[in-house]
């Protein structure tokens, strides 16, 4: 891997740490529901990205470009529920979920 994917991988995990710690945080009933369904889109949809067997790296070049699909998933998966969607929370701690099953992640 090099510097510069040394670089992108740890603002991402940063990110996704952040966004796991904010998923923990108590939430409405409705909203916290809904940000599991979201979740478990986002799982699938990177299931058809990358895979089952990925690298955090992989993981990483999928999420600089998860803006341009992410939105559209959260609307279509819980559209009454505009307050689940917030990417920095939502979109966020899925890929920390997700980045769990790494072949080189931290165990």
Do not use: K, N
Request: charged share 30%; hydrophobic share 45%; glycine share 4%.
């Amino acid at each position: 891997m090099s510097a510069g994917d040394d670089a992108r991988v740890a603002t991402a995990r940063f990110a996704w740490e952040e966004g796991a710690a904010r998923m923990a945080q108590p939430a409405p009933t409705g909203v916290a529901r809904a940000r599991r369904r979201i979740v478990t889109a986002v799982h699938d949809e990177l299931r058809r990205r990358v895979g089952v067997t990925f690298s955090t790296a992989e993981l990483a070049a999928v999420y600089e470009d998860a803006a341009s699909w992410y939105l559209d998933l959260a609307a279509r998966v819980a559209p009454r529920e505009p307050d689940a969607w917030e990417p920095a929370t939502t979109l966020d701690g899925a890929f920390a979920l997700y980045a769990r099953q790494a072949t080189d992640a931290r165990r």
